[in-house]
Every structure is written in structure tokens, then in C-alpha cells.
């Protein structure tokens, strides 16, 4: 099993729409969470850390729920501009206490007019 | 911008042939990784480092050594590239164990 698993897509969605990413990881001791967006052919990019009480940026909100394991990215109103590769990161915790921040393979949404 | 730069950002090579990718970050941090990203895979972990000579291995590290002899600087290496090694290079830095990540702009690597 992957530590960390999403669902590849590709997401189509007309503009306008609210969509959702889930992210799931397998360490439970994983320490800290991120959603990344990257554009074609260029390096990700940090969107927003997850907290553990959830937390917002305007149309994009992150909820963690340690309980199941997963992490969530919802993206309302969406635009074209949203169109892009969104992945997520974990930093599992290992022995000795050097983190790994372990990648999801990315989720592909496409905003269309 | 977090200062890092990777050379080169592009280089064909011929199988066989030894390659050897930098990772450049002018902020002095101590971690940085090295990732390989390809499509259906997303980003694999190859190589880590938090600090001078201490790295440690990722998941797809076979194939691939690296050095760190000052903190600025994270070599990657190649010892005898394969066809299999062509793939998009990006080095990462942390500001520390549970922080994001910051990326270079990437290496693109063909082996021929």
C-alpha cells in the first residue's frame, strides 16, 4: 500500500462548480499535511498547510481527519485558472525524527467554460 | 522564492554515461530532498539529506547517489545512466522536520 494515496482524476468541472480532492495516508503518526498545486511542466507549489481544525483561503478550504486518516481540499466556485495538478503531502514520522514529506501522485482538474 | 536553483535544467545523455545534477539554495537550510517525478507516479522520494554529509535514501534510490559536502549545495548522481532514469529532476528544501517544502524548477533528464 502507498503511504499516501489520491485519486488521479482527471476532475472535469464547469466553471463555477465546488470541488472535492481526498488524500489518504497510511503512517499514523504523520505530523504535518500540505496541498500543493502545480501547473504543466513547472515545480509544485505550496496552496495551504492542513490544521487539524481545518482551515480556509478564501474559495479553497483543508480539513484533516486523523481519525480515518485522510486529508481534503474543496475548491468552490471553481475558475480556469484552477485547472492544474493538485497534490498532497504528508510528513510521516520515523525513527531517529527525520521527516519525509511523501507525496500523493496528484489529482488533474480541469476547469472548462 | 526560496533561493534554490537546479543545473541543468535540461540535458540529454547517452546510456552509460555518468550524470551528475545540482541543487543550489542560497538560505542556508538543512534539509533537502531530491524527487523524481513521473507521470502516473507523481513525485518519488530519491534522496534526502538534513546536513552536511548526513542523506539519507528515499523510496527509488537504486541507481542514485548523492553528496552533500557543504549546506548549500545537494549533488544528485548518476552513475551509469539508463533509459529508465529519463524523468523531470526537483530539489526540495525544508526549513525543518515538519515544514513544507520548497521546489527548484526542475531538471528535465532524457537518456538516450
Known sequence: RKEVE???GPFNVPEGATVAFNCTYSNSASQSFF???QDCRKE???LMSVYSSGNEDGRFTAQLNRASQYISLLIRDSKLSDSATYLCAVNPLFSGGYNKLIFGAGTRLAVHP | DAGITQ???HKVTETGTPV???CH???NHRYMYWYRQDPGHGLRLIHYSYGVKDTDKGEVSDGYSVSRSKTEDFLLTLESATSSQTSVYFCAIKTG???EAFFGQGTRLTVV
Open chain 1, 35 to 37: 496541498w500543493y498545486r
Open chain 2, 25 to 27: 539554495q542560497t538560505e
Open chain 2, 20 to 22: 551528475t545534477l545540482r
Open chain 1, 44 to 46: 509544485p507549489k505550496l
Open chain 2, 97 to 99: 522536520p515538519n515544514t
Open chain 2, 7 to 9: 543545473s541543468p535544467r
Open chain 1, 6 to 8: 489520491q485519486d488521479p
